[in-house]
């Protein structure tokens, strides 16, 4: 492992170093030379540059602690790198060791009552995320969103989130009482969750049953027979969910920044994908044509162009306060940020607006936000087809398709699609 210049010197000595001192005082991250610093003079420099980018963001510095992708994603990669090669150790242990901070209130916020059913919870995944090869943090944050949801729907159901008396072989509660406290929990869910949410809640509570049974620390899974009594019509996780119109208004809503607010309409108004919305340059935009439209001279599909037929009021401020990249990154060698932080920045002001973690069983995404443009834009062909109705009843023709097809020019197609499909994004957006 490679070590700092002063790697071997006493405790305390780095705070009098002439070479650190001239660095001094640190404003940002490219002010500290971080692998030259002692665990001590990194917890001085966290004070002096993390901790204020984490306010200016609206972090608590004393309950938020950030993840890895944010101190990549906002330029301090150098500090995880300097613990990780000049110090042997993780950011968490520098959080909760050298920071000394509360590791329990930054971490997830279960809700929940029961503190042996949180821990085992909390056991589980960690054991599962070890030994599983294919799981990723994302893997572990998605089951763990299921199971906190099914013992708090428990706890709605029955009064208590205490998932382990009713299995554990002292329990007062019989074996059958236990299957069918089960099944009124997950019965109670359907009031509230579609069908797809509800079964992979089940799978997620069904597999650490199974994990305390194997353990001998339950004596029955309750969840046996529930995927057959309940019959679940299920979603996969490569289905393309969408968003709904009121996540969509919730989350404009929500937006007060210009760059959130440009970030919802670029990915469920314009349905771009997120390293589109990344790389977006005002020079893309066409905003003064007739018929305001996008650019692409390079995308998955090939060059080509995408109508805006919404939120050209929005795009023109946000231009006014940039120069180039619709969203800029000084640290990026591109020049703006990439997809990963897109999907942050989603993910944020869909918390802010409530949006939950899973939509119809499927975690929650920055594509659903194209997967909701896709199709508002794809019932224009029915609205295309109800308004010439009436032409095809006049001429006597059986088939308003055929009106559609022999009668319509591109060009009043094309106008009338622009119109429909900007009554919709009008409803979801609720603009005035």
């Known amino acids: 492992m490679p070590k700092s210049a002063d790697a071997d010197s006493e405790p305390g000595k780095h705070d009098t170093s002439p070479g650190v001192e001239r ?70 242990e520098f959080w909760s060791e050298t920071l000394g901070y509360d590791t329990e209130s930054s971490g997830y916020d279960w809700n929940i009552e029961h503190d042996e059913t949180r821990e085992s919870f909390q056991q589980y995944l960690e054991a599962k995320q070890a030994a599983a090869d294919d799981w990723t943090d994302s893997t572990r944050e998605t089951i763990r969103y299921r199971l906190a949801r099914y013992a708090r729907s428990y706890r709605e159901r029955h009064g208590t989130d205490d998932l382990l008396s009713p299995v554990d072989d002292d329990s007062d509660i019989t074996e059958t009482e236990a299957v069918d406290r089960c099944r009124e929990t997950l019965a109670y869910m359907s009031n509230e969750y579609a069908d797809s949410t ?9 597999t650490w049953y199974g994990w305390l049974v194997e353990r001998r620390v339950a004596t029955v899974n309750p969840t046996n027979g529930a995927e057959d009594w309940f019959s679940w019509t299920r979603s996969s996780d490569t289905d ?8 969509v208004r919730a989350m404009f809503d929500a937006a007060v920044t210009s760059r959130d607010r440009m970030l919802i309409i670029a990915l469920a108004g314009w349905g771009l994908r997120a390293g589109e919305v990344a790389a977006l340059h005002q020079d893309q935009l066409h905003l003064d044509a007739d018929d305001p439209y996008i650019q692409f001279d390079e995308r998955k599909n090939g060059p080509g ?33 990439d997809g990963t932080t897109i999907a942050g920045w989603f993910h944020n002001l869909a918390d802010k607006a409530d949006i939950p973690e899973e939509i119809n069983g499927v975690a929650r995404k920055p594509h659903m936000g194209r997967r909701f443009w896709y199709d508002a834009y794809s019932r224009t062909t029915e609205d295309l087809l109800e308004h010439v109705q009436d032409i095809a009843d006049e001429q006597g023709s059986a088939s308003a398709k055929v009106v559609l097809e022999d009668y319509l020019t591109d060009g009043r197609k094309r106008e009338l699609r622009r119109e429909f499909m900007r009554e919709k994004l009008n409803a979801a957006f609720d603009s005035e």
Do not use: C, M
Not at 34 to 57: G, I
Not at 240 to 247: F, G, R
């Open 23 to 92: 660095t001094k005082p640190w404003h940002s991250a490219d002010d500290v030379p971080w692998t030259l610093l002692t665990e001590p003079q990194l917890a001085d420099a966290y004070d002096a540059v993390v901790v204020p980018a984490l306010r200016r963001e609206g972090f608590n510095p004393e309950t938020d602690r950030p993840s890895y992708e944010w101190l990549s994603n906002n330029g301090f990669r150098g500090l995880t790198y300097a613990l990780k090669e000049y110090h042997d150790t993780t950011f968490g």
């Open 198 to 206: 509800i079964a992979r809640v089940h799978d997620a509570i069904r």
């Open 240 to 247: 393309p969910v969408a968003l709904d119109p009121e996540h």
């Open 305 to 337: 162009t995408v109508a805006i037929v919404f939120g050209e009021d929005v795009a023109r401020r946000h231009v006014s306060q940039v120069d180039g990249y619709l969203f800029p990154s000084e640290r990026s060698k591109t020049g703006h940020v």
